[in-house]
């Protein structure tokens, strides 16, 4: 006679919940197992951070080259020193002018202006022999004011280099010329040249 294999089912239950609870002791077990590791903890301080500037001057501060009572035929020729100052960055700069016409007589149009580097070879006298690169040439305030290089953000044509705590001498010539008619006498005007400098780094 076949044996009866059926199992009570609420055995079977009891034996599923018996499984149940020895598996979550076993996860239990196994989770105390991995949390039970050495550790140790290092901390680095004093990142600290701080910016850089840009910063230039000149010298003079103003009136670099002036002549009073011109006449048709005089011409006047000075320096003037760029200096990055100590603790700037590099920088890149341009130099724009603005001339008035108050009087009406447009001097400012009629003198003639050139801009150049020193000679290297001649420091002790920067801009007697006035044989530096030429930089510009034009009247006092050019078209739209560019001496040379651009205000705008970037690297532009023209612009001029400085490295950190560096300086250079530019030589300013300004000349009424000698065929300057009668409808000029007594004419004056001012000009003010603009430096704007800013960072090359990360700035191409």
Do not use: H, W
């Not at 059926?6 to 239950?13: E, G, H, I, K, L």
């Not at 341009?94 to 009087?103: E, R």
């Amino acid at each position: 006679m076949p044996s009866n294999t059926t199992t009570d089912p609420s055995r079977r239950r009891r034996q599923l919940g018996a499984t149940a609870v020895a598996l979550a002791c076993f996860g239990s077990l196994m989770t105390v197992g991995v949390l039970a590791v050495f550790s140790d903890q290092e901390q680095v301080g004093a990142n600290a951070f701080s910016t850089g500037s840009v910063d230039i001057s000149t010298a003079p501060t103003s009136a670099a080259v002036s002549f009073s009572n011109m006449m048709p035929g005089d011409q006047v020729t000075d320096d003037l020193v760029v200096t990055n100052e100590p603790g700037s960055a590099a920088v890149r700069y341009s130099l724009t002018s603005s001339a008035t016409n108050a009087d009406s007589k447009g001097l400012k149009d009629q003198l003639a202006m050139t801009v150049k580097t020193i000679d290297s070879t001649t420091p002790g006298t920067p801009c007697n022999d006035f044989d530096g690169t030429q930089l510009y040439s034009g009247d006092l305030d050019s078209t739209g004011g560019a001496i040379f290089g651009n205000p705008a953000q970037g690297a532009q044509a023209g612009d001029r280099n400085l490295a950190a705590s560096a300086s250079e001498t530019l030589c300013f010539r300004v000349a009424l010329p000698l065929s300057t008619g009668n409808a000029y006498k007594n004419a004056a005007t001012t000009a003010t040249f603009t430096f704007d400098a800013e960072q090359t780094a990360n700035n191409p």
